[in-house]
């Protein structure tokens, strides 16, 4: 499939290497920025923990008795992030197409994200409740929305795999580049599996027209 997007198959490390690789493929990425923060959170692994003795409550072991997973829910849950996030970002895109603009956020959505249970070297079960996260693109021209769009980890299972279609949330949401020849824009963003470094990396292309694309840069994952 030929992808409209002409973007490159690279994972950018860092803003420099976005604003380099803009500038060397000619998708414009100008105008007035604000709010902008950094938003990629990979991978989310607990420091000083023990990623072998993490799992997600069902699919605790048969050593694990339901009244132990019953015990463990009844805990106070430590969530991660421990509080709401929001980060925005707007950009006039092209100040010369009156007022073409984009808005993007990443926030924690308000499901009940991922309950793991994470063992401590007495073995004993800490609740962990890991929160998803959800983006949104609007693509605006002065005061008119011509789109908006949101997204969610659900949307990406088709592109993954079980383990991600279960497990996977969202750690990161950056403005990629701006193509004005087909008023699109491209949204970098992972998947991660919480306690581990499996991950999948994807571009997202939203047009004004509504259209979406979704383009996998890569993955350390077997598809």
């Known amino acids: 499939m030929k992808h409209r997007l002409l973007m490159p198959l690279l994972r950018p490390t860092n803003r420099g290497t976005v604003a380099l690789l803009v500038l060397l493929l000619g998708i414009h990425a ?7 923060s950094e938003t990629d959170r990979e991978p989310i692994v607990l420091e000083g923990s023990d990623t072998t003795n993490t799992v997600p409550l069902k699919e605790l072991p048969p050593a694990d008795s339901a009244r132990v997973v019953n015990q463990i ?26 007022g073409f603009r984009l808005k993007t956020e990443y926030y924690t959505s308000t499901s009940d994200g991922l309950k793991y249970g994470v063992r401590d070297p007495a073995g004993n079960l800490q609740l962990y409740v890991f929160l998803d996260y959800e983006g949104r ?78 383009i996998k840069l890569g993955t350390n994952e077997e598809v």
């Open 73 to 98: 829910e009844q805990q106070q849950p430590i969530f991660v992030p421990a509080s709401p996030v929001r980060d925005t970002f707007d950009t006039l895109l092209d100040p010369k197409d009156d």
């Open 137 to 214: 693109v609007q693509l605006m021209r002065g005061d008119k929305v011509l789109t908006d769009q949101r997204f969610t980890a659900a949307d990406f299972a088709p592109y993954t795999n079980n383990d991600f279609q279960q497990q996977g949330l969202i750690a990161a949401w950056e403005f990629y580049g701006y193509q004005p020849e087909t008023e699109s824009v491209a949204i970098r963003t992972r998947l991660i599996i919480p306690q581990s470094e499996r991950y999948f990396e994807f571009l997202v292309a939203v047009y004004a027209n509504n259209e979406v694309e979704f």
């Open 30 to 36: 100008c105008g007035d920025t604000s709010e902008t």
